[in-house]
């Protein structure tokens, strides 16, 4: 399984987007999982769907935070980037 990862600037999408992610917490010394995120509709790439990515520095923004991700649903790839149903961040 390829490790999967999410850009955000200040907590939000900034590829295409401006969803709000949840984002993981560190309690007692343990990372807790953020929330998981659904999208409804017809997933298609650069289109509608939650988009992720195997290359994280090939989306760098400035000001940018990758979140390493995990996914459900993902229906299609293209390149070094997946659309999925569902995913949060780890």
């Known amino acids: 399984m390829k ?4 850009i955000l600037v200040d907590g939000k999408s900034c ?11 560190k ?3 343990k990372w807790t999982p953020g929330k998981w995120h659904t ?6 790439i650069c289109s509608n769907g ?6 994280p520095y090939e989306w760098y923004k ?3 935070v990758a979140f390493e991700a995990e996914s459900k649903g993902v229906k299609e ?3 070094d980037k997946c659309v999925c149903r569902s995913a949060r961040l780890i």
């Open 3 to 6: 490790k999967l990862y999410k």
């Open 15 to 25: 590829h295409g987007g401006d969803m709000e992610w949840s984002l993981p917490v």
């Open 27 to 29: 309690k007692n010394g």
């Open 39 to 44: 999208v409804k509709g017809d997933l298609s």
């Open 50 to 55: 939650i988009h992720l990515t195997t290359n």
């Open 62 to 64: 400035y000001g940018c």
């Open 77 to 79: 790839w293209s390149g």
